[in-house]
């Protein structure tokens, strides 16, 4: 009877499906719309490779500083993103759940990007993690770099 007991506590301790899974929504820049879901650790550039949906080149070795507490945040040296080009807009509504851009971040989006492509929303697909709290998130894709032949 004890081992049941503990099999069922086992049992309700397992994440279901249901909840490591939100829904994105993707509007591209003609107004195209995806709605696609990702899993709970994902990062927005993850999920969009996993369903072909092109938000640009993406190269990433990992989070390149991880906050530990409210005053350490660790460098990790070397990993993080290498290019700019993952560039997406969340709508106001939705910022605030997400962790504040780093200076790194920034950096690169004005490295790739013009100012007049930049808004408060701009972010990176690649340096945003997603949690359970971004269930139904709207992710918009600006007009992105040239693709071959369209210059």
């Not at 350490?72 to 969340?90: A, M, S």
């Not at 962790?99 to 790739?112: N, R």
Request: glycine fraction near 8%; hydrophobic fraction near 40%.
């Amino acid at each position: 009877m004890k081992m049941l007991r503990l099999l069922g506590a086992r049992r309700r301790s397992l994440a279901s499906v249901a909840s490591v899974t939100v829904k994105i929504t993707f509007i591209d820049h003609e107004g195209s719309r995806a709605v696609v879901p990702g899993r709970v650790g994902m990062t927005v550039a993850d999920v969009a490779k996993l369903h072909d949906i092109d938000i640009g080149p993406v190269s990433m070795a990992g989070p390149r500083e991880v906050i530990r507490s409210e005053v350490w945040t660790e460098e990790l040296f070397g990993e993080g993103p290498v290019l700019g080009y993952d560039h997406v807009q969340i709508p106001p509504a939705w910022r605030d759940g997400l962790p504040p851009k780093t200076a790194w971040e920034q950096s690169l989006l004005k490295t790739y990007w013009d100012d007049d492509d930049l808004t408060d929303a701009s972010r990176l697909a690649s340096m945003l993690t997603l949690s359970k709290h971004h269930d139904g998130i709207t992710i918009y894709i600006p007009d992105g770099i040239p693709a071959d032949g369209q210059f």
